[in-house]
């Protein structure tokens, strides 16, 4: 099973809207709605913000949004805070009780 | 407190075994499926395994699959993974994640396994 393809790095300054995309295929995001997002801060565990695509876990920002078209999910950070500056993984549910990360995006806030 | 705590990992030679371990507290432990997921040095996470609450159902990763097996005794809230043939791409830093709709919801803070001779 191939990773799902997120892009290495995304930036924005405080306030702005960033998107990280996570591309799959149709045996994975495209066949489940079962997209989840994580952010990992560096040396910390990862934390999931985004679950079954769309839904966001309580005690989780309603900054952060998921969404999919076809093959592709999307996490969407809005109102941007130093805070956010992370890693961002996503994963999907792939058949088998296979779960497919991917590459990881690093978020820089400016 | 919702809690895991891996313990077990280390250095070992390459084509050594290993056990992970990991303790759960603060949820009913044999309500859940469990995963292990890793992450080398600087890489992304990689699933590895999953098992189911009652232990019926197990699956694995590509790259593990005959080498590592996955187990828990939820009598003492714990969750294994033998890790057996081990090889230098093996060498990361082993979470293990509690299974909610194929998201993994609680993380233990991670342990390290490092395969070098």
């Known amino acids: 099973q191939s990773a799902l393809t997120q892009p290495a790095s995304v930036s924005g300054s405080p306030g702005q809207s960033i998107t990280i995309s996570c591309t799959g295929t149709?045996?994975?995001?495209?066949?489940?709605?079962?997209v989840s997002w994580y952010q990992q801060h560096p040396g910390e565990a990862p934390k999931f913000i985004i679950y079954?695509?769309?839904k966001r876990p309580s005690g989780v920002s309603n900054r952060f949004s998921g969404s999919k078209s076809g093959n592709t999910a999307s996490l969407t950070i809005s109102g941007l805070q130093a805070e956010d500056e992370a890693d961002y993984y996503c994963?999907?549910?792939?058949?088998?009780?296979?779960?497919?990360f991917g590459g990881g995006t690093k978020l820089t806030v400016l | 407190e919702v809690q895991l705590v891996e313990s077990g990992g280390g250095l070992v030679q390459p084509g050594g075994s290993l056990r992970l371990s990991c303790v759960a507290s603060?949820?009913?432990?044999?309500?859940?499926?469990m995963n292990w997921v890793r992450q080398a040095p600087g890489k992304g996470l990689e699933w590895l395994s999953y098992?189911?609450?009652?232990?019926?159902?197990?699956h694995y990763a590509d790259p593990v699959k005959g080498r590592f097996t996955i187990s828990r005794d939820n009598a003492k809230n714990s969750l294994y993974l033998q890790m057996n043939s081990l090889t230098d791409e093996d060498t990361a830093l082993y979470y293990c994640?509690?299974?909610?709709?194929?998201?993994?919801?609680?993380w233990g803070q991670g342990i390290m396994v490092t395969v070098s001779s």
């Open positions: 994640a509690r299974d909610y709709s194929y998201t993994y919801d609680v």
């Open positions: 603060g949820f009913t432990f044999s309500s859940y499926g």
């Open positions: 098992i189911s609450s009652s232990s019926g159902t197990k």
């Open positions: 149709s045996s994975d995001v495209g066949s489940y709605n079962l």
């Open positions: 079954e695509g769309t």
């Open positions: 994963c999907s549910y792939a058949g088998g009780g296979n779960c497919v």
